[in-house]
């Protein structure tokens, strides 16, 4: 079974911090996505990180992937109360055609205190 | 915005009564998931079509079962539902396996 296992589960700043979120597994990943969540909506997809090694930038967010392809990390530089929300890691389960079944972790729920 | 309507949007319902909750798309995309969300629990996904009349069980299946007759519908339904099935539920699509899927905005449902 792949997990993958998110930290922390809550994070509670103020605004103008910087934070990281950790995604990890001991499976190795094709890919991982990132998504967003805000109450009462669904997941918003952010980024897919595909190589290993790959960091990808999003205006103050930076997602990086491990160099396995068994992690991977959020960075959001001077955090700012838009920014509170669920965040989630996925992959693609692995075995034979996976038709896009995603394993989630469980999700970080950030506030930005202004 | 991807469109997805999942409906009802809330729903309180007892214990042991049927429960069909419905999931359209007009996107025509093939694959179409059903997740359950718990907390601390991420998503889990229920069940899963990758085409017209093709299903199959994702990781959390017990209890639940689908329908896809048309593309654009997936049905998910609670036979008889129990108050563990208290859950929020998602729908997402993709245009194929290999691509993002984008969620609907859930249904709230509380088995009483």
């Known amino acids: 079974t792949q997990l993958l296992e998110q930290s922390p589960q809550f994070l509670s700043i103020q605004e103008g911090e910087n934070l990281t979120v950790y995604c990890n597994s001991s499976s190795v990943f094709s890919s991982l996505q990132w998504y967003r969540q805000e109450p009462g909506e669904g997941p918003v997809l952010l980024v897919t990180?595909?190589?290993?090694?790959e960091v990808k930038k999003l205006k103050r967010l930076t997602f990086q992937f491990g160099d396995a392809r068994k992690d991977s990390s959020l960075h959001i530089t001077a955090a700012q109360p838009g920014d509170t929300g669920l965040y989630l890691c996925a992959g693609p389960r692995a075995g034979g055609t996976s038709y896009g079944k995603l394993t989630f972790g469980q999700g970080t729920i950030l506030t930005v205190h202004p | 915005d991807a469109g997805i309507t999942q409906s009802p949007r809330h729903k309180v319902t007892e214990t042991g009564t049927p429960v069909t909750l419905r999931c359209h798309q007009t996107?025509?995309?093939?694959?179409m998931y059903w997740y359950r969300q718990d907390p601390g629990h991420g998503l889990r996904l229920i069940h899963y079509?990758?085409?017209?009349?093709?299903?199959d069980k994702g990781e959390v299946s017990d209890g639940y079962s689908v329908s896809r007759s048309k593309t654009e519908d997936f049905l998910l339904t609670l036979e008889s539902a129990t108050s563990s099935q208290t859950s929020v539920y998602f729908c997402?699509?993709?245009?194929?396996?290999?691509?993002?899927?984008?969620f609907g905005d859930g249904t709230r449902l509380s088995i009483l």
């Open positions: 996107e025509n995309h093939r694959y």
């Open positions: 990180v595909v190589t290993g090694g």
């Open positions: 079509s990758y085409g017209v009349k093709d299903t």
């Open positions: 997402a699509i993709s245009k194929t396996g290999n691509q993002p899927q984008h």
